[in-house]
């Protein structure tokens, strides 16, 4: 490892798991060397400083579900270009989900993935497939993937809808250690030929929909599957009241599971659709204010664990086309931390710093990353952000670092962004700029 000059967080207030303090934080060859008040800190010769007056100072976000295009869809998102999009958003982790061309489903295009995101901006991750061409029949070789360092296995985009198989790839999941099986929770028999959330403005709108009773069904079933076999579930952008409050039931219960909701399911509504645009168009579907409320609260009292932005870049042509035949996702990875900051900590429905927990210790741990999620004390490894808490931005698809510009936020104000991203203690974002 080269000679690396240190670097010193200035005047910031760190949040972590463990409380808040105003300190500096010094960071040595990629680790936290010290964290205290600015006379016992000072300014080692040579050191770097990266001013965080009036910022919070807290633990790398981690994304446990991004879709990074590559393999297979590199004009809408390369890794690198979603990996420096997630040190924008403040991530120092991202999951890369397994619906790319080829499918992670083998070790080899595992290892590729993994080789390319070695240099880029923010750790990249590879989620497995659950089943080998996430076709829900036949079990991809989880053992494998996990060799590998794959934890997290997922068929996301599709369901696991066949109950014996998700037995099945729960009790094989059992025998590898931290490894968690993700589901995207929605019936295809249900969901099929959908395109909006089934209710008044599908009806008003005439757009086929997607019954909630797609994504409970599913939620229900996996809840007694990991009940039966022990193994841990975790569901993937829960969306509606009812999945919300079977999931806190469940955790009542003390069953295995955790979830996770996207900031689009807590900011947008249906409603969205009113005007055809595919851009409002996602899976599962935007849901009704009620389920908005819903996933707050499941958020506000720990129902849901994690905040993972389901980032889902798609070329201009693809979201150019009528609503019925347009892709479905959005592009989330350089909005979700504002988008949090604005609609949940703003309004007081969640604390500063359990929006933290959400996006970045809670994330890290479920996804078994060590090295990400704080605290940020000594001897730590130094994946860090540092967040301007106050300041008011608009959103403008052109500014952002993703290849594509499928946001449905264009011209929305929001508060809070990104000032500094540390990476293993590289700065990779200064002052809102990318460095890698
Ligand atoms: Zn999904």
């Not at 397994?98 to 070695?118: C, H, I, K, Y």
């Not at 999931?247 to 947008?268: I, S």
């Amino acid at each position: 490892m080269p000679d690396r000059s240190d670097l010193v967080i200035r005047g910031g207030r760190v949040v972590d798991a463990t409380g808040e303090r105003q300190a500096d934080v010094l960071v040595r060859d990629g680790v936290v060397a010290e964290v205290g008040e600015h006379s016992s800190v000072g300014r080692p010769d040579g050191a770097r400083v990266l001013d965080a007056g009036g910022c919070i100072v807290a633990p790398g976000l981690v994304d446990l579900h991004a879709h990074l295009r590559e393999p297979g869809d590199e004009e809408a998102e390369t890794i690198e270009t979603g990996a420096r999009a997630a040190a924008l958003g403040g991530f120092t982790a991202v999951v890369a989900m397994p619906n790319t061309e080829p499918p992670l489903d083998d070790a080899a295009v595992v290892a590729s993935v993994l080789g390319a995101g070695r240099a880029t901006a923010c750790e990249v991750v590879s989620a497995g497939c659950i089943t080998k061409g996430r076709g829900g029949e036949e079990l991809a070789p989880m053992g494998e993937l996990h060799a590998l360092g794959v934890r997290i296995f997922t068929d996301d985009g599709a369901c696991v809808t066949a109950g014996g198989v998700m037995r099945r790839a729960l009790e094989y999941a059992h025998s590898l250690p931290g490894a968690v099986v993700a589901q995207h929770a929605e019936d295809p028999s249900l969901a099929a030929g959908g395109h909006m959330h089934e209710g008044s403005w599908s009806s008003r709108l005439g757009i086929p929909g997607r019954p909630a009773a797609a994504e409970s069904a599913i939620v229900g079933r996996d809840i007694l599957l990991a009940e039966l076999t022990g193994t841990r579930v975790h569901f993937l952008h829960l969306s509606t009241a009812d999945a919300v409050e079977l999931v806190r039931d469940a955790k009542r219960r003390g069953a295995p599971v955790t979830a996770e909701a996207a900031p689009h399911h807590f900011t947008l509504t249906d409603a969205e659709c009113r005007g055809f645009d595919p851009v409002f168009k996602v899976h599962p579907p935007l849901p009704t204010e009620t389920d908005v409320a819903a996933i707050k609260a499941g958020l506000a009292d720990g129902t849901i664990d994690a905040i993972a932005t389901d980032h889902a870049p798609h070329v201009p042509e693809a979201k150019e086309r009528p609503f019925e035949e347009a892709p479905p996702g959005m592009l989330g990875l350089e909005t979700a931390l504002a988008l949090t900051l604005s609609e949940l900590v703003e309004p007081g429905a969640l604390s500063l710093r359990d929006a933290l927990a959400r996006l970045s210790w809670q994330p890290a741990a479920i996804a078994g990353l060590d090295a990400h999620g704080g605290p940020i004390s000594e001897g730590r490894p130094a994946n860090l952000c540092v967040i301007d808490p106050s300041v008011r931005w608009e959103v403008d698809p052109i500014r952002l670092a993703s290849r594509s510009r499928n946001t449905p936020y264009a011209g929305r104000k929001l508060t809070g962004r990104v000032r500094h991203t540390v990476l293993g203690g590289e700065p990779v974002v200064v002052d809102g700029t990318a460095q890698r």
